[in-house]
């Protein structure tokens, strides 16, 4: 079935960064791009951009650009979010989501999340 | 960008109810709209795409309706494991947003 599993929480200081990894299991990895969603209690979830697992393209929410980098590397089927210059407005819970086979931002399966703690 | 506003934020319903939730967003969205369940420590899971199509292996009870600007998520006969939030999601156009969320208790 397909499978999406997140690396494990982290708790960073400000102004560091972290990297967040997501694998993917029981598809082709290189048919559909990967998402990534913020969520917090206060702002709910946010679209952050995705990833073309094939070629590598991307799309940045505008909010998240110079915050997120997104990177693939197609021989382990993982996907990777690096978050920069963290703040403690970056605490959140991450998720890695797969789009399609739906056009059109349709996520039809999650990752777990991973928890990010940014704190001095 | 488009906004998603739900409503009502939270409501609480006996198992055997029906119950209907809304979504209004802020432009004309045809019927680009999903919605997500999601339950306390869970990840959102698809439950309908397109407004009214019910995704693979969602229990028929879930019913999506509305264009426009106007959504609606019914449950017919709410069950026990139906306690979660609920989310709906303006798809096909950049950035795609979601709505704040609906909080469904059961009595």
């Known amino acids: 079935q397909v499978q999406l599993q997140q690396s494990g929480a982290e708790l960073a200081k400000p102004g560091s960064s972290v990297k967040i990894s997501c694998k993917a299991s029981g598809y082709t990895f290189t048919s559909y791009d990967i998402s990534w969603i913020k969520q917090t209690t206060g702002q709910g979830l946010e679209y952050i951009g995705y990833i073309n697992t094939g070629s590598g393209g991307t799309y940045y929410n505008e909010k998240f650009k110079g915050k997120a980098t997104l990177t693939v590397d197609k021989s382990s089927s993982t996907a990777f979010m690096q978050l920069s210059s963290l703040t403690p407005e970056d605490t959140a819970v991450y998720y890695c989501?797969?789009?399609?086979?739906?056009?059109?931002?349709?996520?039809?399966?999650w990752g777990q999340g991973a928890s990010v703690t940014v704190s001095s | 960008n488009i906004v998603m506003t739900q409503s009502p934020k939270s409501m609480s319903i006996s198992v055997g109810d029906r119950v209907t939730m809304n979504c209004k967003a802020s432009q004309n969205v045809g019927n680009n709209i999903a919605w997500y369940q999601q339950k306390p420590g869970q990840s959102p899971k698809l439950l309908i795409y397109?407004?009214?199509n019910r995704y693979t292996g969602v229990p028929d009870r879930f019913t999506g309706g509305g264009y426009g600007t106007d959504f609606t998520l019914t449950i017919n006969s709410v069950q026990a494991e139906d306690a979660a939030f609920y989310y709906c999601?303006?798809?096909?156009?950049?950035?795609?947003?979601f709505g704040g969320g609906t909080k469904l208790e059961l009595k």
């Open positions: 999601q303006r798809i096909y156009n950049s950035p795609p947003t």
């Open positions: 989501a797969r789009e399609g086979p739906l056009p059109g931002y349709v996520m039809d399966a």
């Open positions: 397109y407004a009214s």
